[in-house]
């Protein structure tokens, strides 16, 4: 943790400043310590360079174990394709020299995929997961000089209110217990002026018609652990059968949508290990979250304006995205 970041953090629970303690160093950064409420108390521990907020087991964990293992399958700077740049930059419609210098806040940061492009834009850069992929996030993304990662909880932001001038969430809210709770907690963490960005799974007819849905209320209770072996063994002849079915005239691609899994091929520049890894990677992500709550163009328009947001705009960029600015008086 660097020093700087303790003007931003406040208790979760007293939306008090916190202090620093029992701090071990290494450089301006801070490996150890406690940070302590001083009025109520209240102690969070700061372990491997990363200030922690919340237990070390929740219904993340799924995350912390996939974006563990799979590490730097969905940073630019690994695949060597700008498929998480496009997605931010489209979902978002910033532009680098928006957030360049500036404090943005990546709300659910998973591995830092979408954070790594922030940060190459030259954000000061406040990575937020509520899983253990912060441990992930911070190995990928500790040579960046600007970036601070936390462990935290959606629902109690350990930080300043009204502090950001950017703040994004890309494919987490979804995965919340109660979503609209979890898009609400964002908000009041940007600064007057500032932009909001979020996204979600989108609820259609065609969702319901989704094989993943079919199958989550068995697979969303397996052990994850096993889940992710069974995976393993059966998603390179899923995706294979997925190719196969593709190639079928006119039906091709109706019939894809049979197998639950899922197919990247003909949609990004992967290799044949990539495309494999991220096949793996993605089925794991439909089947095994707790939570997944796909939303409506209605209801994200409606959380936006409710709010208080300004400029608000709902669209497809790859998810269902909606944006906004927080009025300035």
Not at 82 to 107: C, H, K, M, P, Y
Not at 129 to 154: E, F, K, M, T, W
Not at 223 to 235: A, G, H, I, N
Request: hydrophobic share 40%.
């Amino acid at each position: 943790m660097h020093i700087d970041l303790l003007e931003i953090l406040r208790c979760p629970q007293t939306g008090e400043r916190l202090l620093l303690e029992e701090a071990v160093h290494d450089g301006d950064r801070v490996v150890t310590g406690s940070l302590v409420s001083a009025s109520s108390g209240r102690r969070y521990a700061i372990r491997d360079f990363v200030p922690r907020f919340v237990p070390e087991s929740n219904y993340a964990d799924n995350f912390g174990m996939q974006w563990n293992k799979f590490r730097q399958t969905q940073l630019d700077s690994y695949s060597g394709h700008r498929i998480s740049a496009n997605r931010f930059w489209s979902a978002t419609g910033w532009r680098r020299e928006d957030i360049a210098g500036q404090w943005v806040l990546d709300a659910g940061c998973g591995a830092g995929r979408f954070a790594e492009v922030a940060l190459e834009a030259g954000a000061r850069l406040v990575a937020l997961d509520y899983s253990s992929a912060v441990d992930a996030a911070y190995a990928n993304l500790r040579h960046h000089p600007n970036v601070h990662v936390v462990q935290g909880d959606i629902y109690a932001l350990p930080f300043a209110r009204g502090f950001f001038p950017f703040v994004y969430s890309l494919g987490v809210l979804q995965h919340t217990p109660d979503v609209q709770r979890a898009f609400a907690s964002l908000p009041p963490m940007v600064a007057p002026g500032g932009k909001l960005c979020v996204d979600f799974y989108q609820k259609s007819w065609k969702s319901v018609l989704t094989p993943k849905y079919w199958l989550r209320p068995v697979t969303k209770r397996m052990p994850k652990r096993v889940l992710f072996s069974m995976l393993e063994t059966l998603v390179p002849g899923m995706l294979a059968t997925s190719r196969a079915l593709g190639k079928v005239p006119v039906a091709g691609s109706g019939l894809q949508r049979v197998v639950p899994v899922a197919n990247y091929v003909g949609i990004l520049p992967l290799t044949e290990k990539q495309h494999r890894e991220w096949s793996l990677l993605d089925t794991f992500d439909w089947l095994a979250p707790q939570f997944d709550h796909p939303q409506t163009r209605a209801t994200v328009k409606r959380w936006l304006e409710d709010a208080g947001m300004e400029n608000v705009e709902v669209l497809m960029a790859g998810h269902l995205t909606g944006r906004g600015t927080a009025p300035r008086a």
